[in-house]
């Protein structure tokens, strides 16, 4: 007979419940950005602006070093958290994941390859010179936490090759992203500092060669030097975050075997020792068997799925959130419409997104199928993977990042923004439909 649930029991596990739903991470990013959307035409949309405004630092013997405003701090501080543990993905997926085998990565690689130049080619075919034309990388981008999210909306309707699918091509447009991040939109180098932070992380890379599993020793160095030092560099922050992910370590210590061997062994020692019924402790010896089979335990656990596993729900309920509300908030309540169309900002971005993801995906998958380059998964046929690449044009997180360093100038922000928001809410609307239509509840 099961104890009943404690009051504060009944009050967590129906969030504990929403926080491991897939489409939960999805529906709170939407909601952040209704939120972001109130307060930027609301009558505190001042005060929304202007605590985004609101510049801070570290004081130090009578100089303030790092002083940034709010918004430059969610975006170089809080996303290089999002970008280390999009680093841990990519690693896991490299060692042991959907892209781990060639032949099964080729067609998602080859898909979002395509979903990342037909875009890029649009929206510069649009803008090709002045500032504008440095926004090519916006539309490049697909949000996989909104995607994902749309997706399993449809729940059994979706084989799971199809979401396996989308999910190796959204991890292969992340990295497309970061290589395009630390390629094209960085500013002046400081050699001095990047070369701190490199030799930084060759520690942590002897480090982890030497057998160091601690996660702290990891986490100080990557935050304390790298981070700082690729900050001070001018190379974006997030890439230190991504290179910090790839070392740490993947490998267990105590091999899966040899780990239930172990838990047998400290079962048995635990069914040994005399219970003291009469006590609602427990001896010191059950402590010891216990504290043994706590690190046995940690020993069977990669270090890299160990951060990836705690850091997840940070990432989906809280940075992305507040991210969103910093970053989605267009005034559309005072939009000049002359203004909004003296260049082809935002028409590129849309365009890019809607249709440049959509003929890339679509395009460059049927064309490797044609040529027998790879194959269609189990249960993808033409209909499904046209909503597929319909879904990859919800550019949302990652094209409002690279919003963020592709413009300076206010105008073009603000177009950017209307053109992604345009194309991810037609996309993840059409996207649904057209996989509600063409697949058939099992």
């Known amino acids: 007979m099961t104890k009943d649930k404690t009051p504060i029991e009944k009050v967590v596990a129906p969030l504990q419940k929403f926080i491991q739903q897939e489409k939960s991470g999805g529906l709170v990013l939407g909601i952040s950005v209704i939120i972001a959307l109130f307060l930027a ?13 609101y510049k801070f630092g570290f004081y130090f013997n009578g100089t303030t070093y790092l002083e940034h405003d709010i918004l430059h701090w969610i975006n170089d501080g809080l996303m290089s958290i999002f970008f280390f543990v999009v680093g841990l993905e990519l690693k896991r997926e490299f060692v042991a994941g959907e892209l781990a085998n060639p032949r099964k990565a080729l067609l998602p690689i080859i898909a979002a390859i395509g979903g990342m130049i037909v875009p890029a080619f649009i929206y510069f075919s649009l803008n090709p010179v002045g500032e504008v034309h440095s926004g090519w990388g916006i539309p490049m981008a697909t949000d996989i936490a909104i995607a994902l999210g749309v997706l399993y909306l449809l729940g059994d309707r979706i084989p799971l090759p199809l979401k396996v699918f989308l999910t190796a091509l959204a991890i292969v447009d992340d990295l497309g992203a970061v290589l395009v991040i630390a390629l094209f939109y960085t500013s002046d180098i400081s050699i001095f500092n990047l070369s701190i932070g490199v030799i930084i992380l060759l520690i942590m890379y002897l480090g982890k060669k ?83 089979l706590k690190k046995d335990t940690n020993k069977a656990i990669p270090p890299l799925q160990k951060l990836e596993h705690a850091m997840h729900p940070a990432i989906t309920f809280l940075i992305l959130p507040i991210f969103a509300i910093a970053n989605a908030g267009v005034n559309i309540l005072d939009i000049n419409f002359d203004v909004l169309f003296n260049t082809n900002v935002m028409i590129g971005v849309a365009f890019g997104l809607l249709f440049g993801k959509v003929i890339g995906v679509f395009g460059f998958t049927w064309l490797s199928a044609k040529l027998k380059i790879a194959q269609f998964p189990t249960g993808m046929n033409l209909k499904n993977l046209f909503g597929l690449g319909l879904l990859a044009s919800i550019g949302f997180t990652m094209s409002l990042f690279v919003t963020s360093l592709a413009f300076t100038h206010e105008e073009y922000v603000m177009q950017a923004k209307i053109g992604i928001f345009s194309a991810s809410i037609i996309g993840g609307v059409l996207g649904y439909l057209v996989l509600k239509r063409v697949t058939k509840k099992t």
């Open 210 to 292: 030497t057998g160091v599993r601690s996660v702290w020793f990891y986490a100080i160095l990557g935050i304390c030097g790298v981070w700082t030092s690729f900050l001070l560099s001018g190379v974006h922050a997030t890439i230190s975050a991504v290179l910090a992910a790839f070392i740490i370590p993947s490998d267990v210590k105590l091999k899966e075997e040899s780990y239930i061997e172990k838990l047998q062994e400290h079962l048995n020692s635990f069914k040994k020792i005399d219970p003291k019924d009469t006590i609602p402790t427990l001896t010191n010896e059950q402590l010891e068997v216990l504290d043994n």
């Open 41 to 53: 035409n609301s009558p505190w949309s001042n005060y929304y602006f202007e605590l985004l405004e």
